[in-house]
């Protein structure tokens, strides 16, 4: 399951928006039907809100399982859909939609991180995006956005190495704030800054009490305040002035800043492909998860109809329903299988790899 990295057009059977639990669940009974998939999300990893917002956070509402974190669930969910070989394009978020003169659907992709677009082409789309595309939570600076990729970052650095000059500064109060400060600060080869808007951490305590250890020896330093306003010289991000709170400003120079403010869901583009929504949702038939438009199918908290209820096994009932809807658009022509269990088929036991 590696992640595509080529932008010319791609051929697959279906196509997922969103691997959250749903939609990587969506995976799974599309494979079981015999169709490829190829999955995208804005989300630099699997595991959709349950991982990014709560990976620790015990759920208890699954069949089955007293009790599992979000990334307990997305990791099982991944080890499930392995035997599918699905193809994961992480980082992208879908902005056009279009139907092709064959029939098949072409979506239309682009790098939340970088330039370029990818191209897919499917028999069906599966969107799965939850409450939508989960995006960084920006720095309202206006001007600001001119430093993206080179100076300001929205997410923690793959390569710490590649950061701009010694000088980092750090905006947030949660976990992934601190697990980026005290990284950095453990190299010894940055001047680490953290400014929130009070020294109060939304993080477990293992990190805040290594974070407030490097801090008693002086290896990090804070700031509470929030900033207000930027400086430049040139083409070069100098610094950002934090505001306190009692309105004093202070001027913290840097080589970089990185913006770990937590993420905020949004419909995005999808509110512009001309599908029928309900209050922000995709509304769909009951019967198939189906929209209005064929060969389209909505999953999960983005889904709408009468009796609709937001929970994760909903979600996997309606991924099981979509799949076995969109039989007729994945394999024109063929008649529809027959009902298979995994218990008993040899069919889907050698699907699964378990014969």
Request: glycine letters at 10%; one cysteine or more.
């Amino acid at each position: 399951m590696n992640a595509a990295t080529a932008l010319a057009p791609i051929d697959t059977d279906a196509l997922v928006i969103g691997a959250g639990p749903v939609g990587l669940y969506q995976v799974f009974q599309l494979g079981l039907l015999g169709a490829r998939a190829h999955v995208i999300d804005a989300l630099p990893r699997p595991g959709g809100q349950p991982v990014e917002l709560y990976p620790d956070k015990l759920i208890y509402d699954l069949p089955g399982l007293a009790a599992c974190t979000g990334q307990q669930l997305t990791d099982a969910l991944l080890a499930q859909i392995a035997p599918f070989v699905p193809v994961f394009h992480f980082g992208r978020e879908a902005y056009a939609l279009r139907r092709l003169s064959d029939g098949r659907w072409e979506v239309v992709t682009h790098s939340i991180h970088a330039p370029g677009e990818c191209t897919l082409r499917a028999r069906a789309v599966f969107i799965a995006a939850g409450a939508g595309a989960f995006a960084p939570r920006p720095l309202k600076l206006p001007g600001i956005e001119a430093w993206q990729g080179r100076q300001l970052f929205y997410r923690s650095p793959d390569d710490p190495a590649r950061l701009p000059g010694r000088r980092i500064l750090i905006l947030g109060g949660g976990q992934a704030a601190l697990d980026c400060a005290v990284a950095l600060a453990q190299l010894n080869r940055y001047t680490v800054t953290l400014a929130h808007r009070r020294e109060h951490f939304q993080a477990d305590d293992e990190i805040v009490a290594h974070w407030r250890a490097l801090q008693g020896q002086g290896r990090v330093q804070f700031i509470a305040g929030q900033p207000v306003g930027f400086e430049a010289e040139g083409d070069c991000l100098t610094a950002l002035r934090i505001a306190g709170h009692e309105g004093a400003q202070c001027r913290v120079a840097l080589d970089a800043v990185i913006v770990l403010q937590g993420l905020s869901p949004r419909l995005g583009p999808i509110a512009n492909w001309g599908l029928a929504l309900e209050r922000k949702q995709l509304a769909v038939d009951p019967e198939r998860c189906a929209t209005g438009a064929p060969g389209i199918f909505a999953v999960g908290d983005i889904n709408t109809y009468p009796g609709k209820r937001k929970l994760l096994v909903c979600g996997f009932h309606e991924a099981t329903l979509a799949a076995w809807g969109a039989w007729p658009v994945l394999f024109p022509g063929q008649p529809n299988p027959p009902l298979l269990y995994t218990s008993s088929s040899a069919h889907l036991q050698t699907l699964l790899g378990a014969r």
